[in-house]
């Protein structure tokens, strides 16, 4: 709260950090965290699938529960992000609901505004809209520039904050203590 007593603007994070830092794990930790605590929590997660040692695509999955292919390496295309093809409309019925689902009082957190995810101007305009909203944000973001996201890290009312292997497993614990505070 402000010296007057008022709130001060609800807390807009984005993770930031290279490929298998541990940015999904620092969410779904924070997830657990924020629900023990009797926080709601909305979003969504980016998960890999493997089919033995090999990465072969990803699933999103809300927050609470819904989950489909977002990209795999037998999608065809069109979209494609380096060997996967995305499936956009897959994406957007699981992350758009999850995004418009954030009852009051939740936190929403988005893992991840990446190239694949980021191919759905649906979601990009909800990304958008959501900053507009008095709620907080966590979101996850790749190292590699992108637009939208560079647009987005260089707002005044958004904090970028660095994962590496020696803050990711205290993170949890001090973002959830940061959301769960006065202000947000």
Same mark, same amino acid.
């Given at each position: 709260?402000?010296? +007057?007593?008022?709130? @001060?603007?609800?807390?807009?994070?984005?993770?930031?950090?290279?490929?298998?830092? @541990?940015?999904?794990?620092?969410?779904?930790?924070?997830?657990?965290?924020?629900?023990?605590?009797?926080?709601?929590?909305?979003?969504?997660?980016?998960?890999?699938?493997?089919?033995?040692?090999?990465?072969?695509?990803?699933? %999103?999955?809300?927050?609470?529960?819904?989950?489909?292919?977002?990209?795999?390496?037998?999608?065809?295309?069109?979209? /494609?992000?380096?060997?996967?093809?995305? &499936?956009?409309?897959?994406?957007?019925?699981?992350? $758009?609901? #999850? $995004?418009?689902?954030?009852?009051?009082? #939740?936190?929403?957190?988005?893992?991840?505004? @990446?190239?694949?995810?980021?191919? +759905?101007?649906?979601?990009?305009?909800? %990304?958008?809209?959501?900053?507009?909203?008095?709620?907080?944000?966590?979101?996850?973001?790749? %190292?590699?520039?992108?637009?939208?996201? &560079?647009?987005? #890290?260089? /707002?005044? &009312?958004?904090?970028?904050?660095?994962?590496?292997? @020696?803050?990711? &497993?205290?993170?949890?614990?001090?973002?959830?203590?940061?959301?769960?505070?006065?202000?947000?």
């Amino acid at each position: 709260m402000t010296a +007057s007593g008022e709130r @001060g603007p609800p807390p807009r994070i984005l993770l930031r950090g290279r490929p298998g830092v @541990g940015k999904t794990t620092v969410v779904v930790r924070l997830a657990e965290r924020l629900r023990a605590a009797g926080v709601p929590v909305a979003g969504f997660l980016t998960r890999e699938v493997r089919r033995g040692p090999a990465r072969t695509g990803f699933l %999103v999955e809300d927050l609470r529960g819904p989950k489909a292919v977002l990209a795999d390496v037998r999608i065809p295309g069109p979209v /494609r992000v380096g060997r996967y093809g995305v &499936d956009v409309a897959a994406f957007e019925r699981i992350a $758009l609901p #999850a $995004l418009a689902a954030a009852p009051p009082g #939740a936190v929403v957190l988005l893992d991840e505004l @990446g190239r694949m995810e980021l191919a +759905s101007e649906r979601f990009r305009a909800a %990304v958008e809209g959501l900053l507009g909203e008095p709620v907080p944000v966590v979101a996850t973001i790749h %190292v590699h520039r992108h637009p939208f996201t &560079d647009a987005l #890290a260089g /707002r005044p &009312d958004v904090e970028v904050v660095e994962v590496t292997p @020696g803050n990711r &497993d205290r993170l949890p614990e001090q973002l959830a203590a940061r959301l769960q505070g006065p202000s947000g």
